[in-house]
């Protein structure tokens, strides 16, 4: 936990693609999203804020909890969970294939 009461929320999400992506418009991927925030509202809102910077919308949450940077983080996790807790929200696209209608 931060000095400012905010903690560091992992959220398992679906988003469509949008233009400035590098996958085709309207595609919808998995996504998970390190967002440091005081609560579970502010967690969605400042994943959905930094979604759509990175060019994400229509975002569906499926899972959301608090994490703790430690060791049991894999390096894949860790590097954005470091990045969430010094700037507010990363992001991680799985590559696979595609979701189809809202589906995994």
Known sequence: MT????????I???AAAGPTTR???GER???????RAASHDGALATATAG???QGWGEPAFQKVGIIE???HLSAEDRAPAEYAMAHGCAVRVYGGEPTRNGAA
């Open 3 to 10: 000095e400012g009461g905010e903690q560091l929320y992992l």
């Open 69 to 71: 940077l430690g060791p």
């Open 51 to 53: 979604l759509a910077e």
């Open 29 to 35: 991927r998995t996504v998970l999203v390190f967002a």
């Open 12 to 14: 398992l999400a679906q």
């Open 23 to 25: 996958y085709p418009v």
